[in-house]
């Protein structure tokens, strides 16, 4: 699972504690909360990983710009997770396969999370984060910083 900045579900499910909150909201929609839900089981999780918002914008314009798929943020969020674990998989020397949905398409966020000036005034910075997304996709090597 992915989690972003400001959501409740990483330290919930780092802590065990089922009704976390942060009373924070995120900024990548779709996911993460300022608190988490009444079903939430941390028990039944195997991996939490929590993706800096900036990572996930830079993962959302190496989709748009290089792979030319047209997600969202929140897709970007997950491709930074797909690399994350991955790399974990191999460094365990385990094999398999990894999913990842694009539930979100970029139109609505073409003067939000896609427009550089909105990402700038937010504080948001993918610069740090843009290397470590083309250097997995291009040697599989992942260094997250």
Not at 26 to 51: A, C, H, M, N, Y
């Amino acid at each position: 699972m992915v989690d972003s900045e400001n959501s409740a579900y990483f330290p919930a499910w780092a802590s065990d504690c089922r009704d976390y909150a942060t009373g924070m909201p995120s900024r990548i929609p779709g996911i993460g909360r300022p608190r988490t839900e009444p079903g939430f089981l941390p028990s039944v999780i195997d991996l939490v990983i929590p993706v800096p918002d900036g990572a996930s914008i830079a993962a959302l314009r190496w989709l748009h710009d290089t792979a030319g798929v047209p997600a969202g943020p929140a897709a970007g969020t997950g491709l930074w997770g797909v690399c994350h674990l991955v790399s974990r998989m191999r460094a365990a020397g385990a094999r398999g396969s990894v999913v990842s949905l694009v539930g979100d398409r970029a139109e609505p966020y073409r003067n939000t999370h896609l427009d550089p000036e909105w990402v700038r005034t937010r504080g948001l910075d993918p610069g740090p984060y843009a290397d470590a997304v083309e250097r997995f996709a291009t040697t599989g090597e992942w260094d997250a910083g």
